[in-house]
């Protein structure tokens, strides 16, 4: 969640007369045996980055019940700057060209990449296609174009690398030999 003031809320059973409830950068704490009254929701404000466990349960005329534990992520950062770099160099005559990046995120993870060239719509390529293998761009006319490329972490925060490349157009065939008289 990009979100630093997560909001909890549940569901009182029927019979229940107590809900104990404890936020903890713990998975498994114990929100206590004293009740903090009867209520169906929590908030919290400006919690840092981070995991963290919201833990609740409740009492009935039996005593307490299990505990439930939910787990949240707060990640407010994009992913870390990156650069985006041609095989072939920014200036080609491959259509094709192939393009390098790839960036990390330290708290939730890569997500997913968007890229957008010239003047055509987006696209989106999985993280694991970036690390394994470079990544050839479609068929693309001659001419001068830019390259935008957003790297989204899981919480959707994101980073933008941007680069502007050329395809040359493909130069004219030159023969350098020929038959002295053709049939």
Known sequence: YKDKNPKFS???????????????ASPTANPGP???GLFTSKSYEKVE??????????KNSYGWGTIA???????TEPPAPFAIKFID???????????????????SGVSYYKIKIGEDDFFSIAPEIVKTNPHTL??????KRNILIQAFDKAENYSVATEEFTIK???????????KELQ
């Open 10 to 24: 549940w569901i009182l059973p029927a019979g229940v007369n107590g809900v104990s409830i404890y936020f903890s």
């Open 34 to 36: 004293v009740s903090d």
């Open 49 to 58: 980055e981070g995991i963290w466990y919201f833990h609740l349960k409740f």
């Open 69 to 75: 534990h939910f787990k949240i992520q707060i990640d």
């Open 89 to 107: 160099g920014n200036e080609t005559e491959n259509p094709r060209p192939t393009v390098v990046f790839d960036t990390t995120d330290a708290l």
């Open 138 to 143: 479609p068929l693309q006319n001659p001419g």
């Open 169 to 179: 157009p493909l130069q004219a065939p030159t023969f350098t030999e020929h038959p």
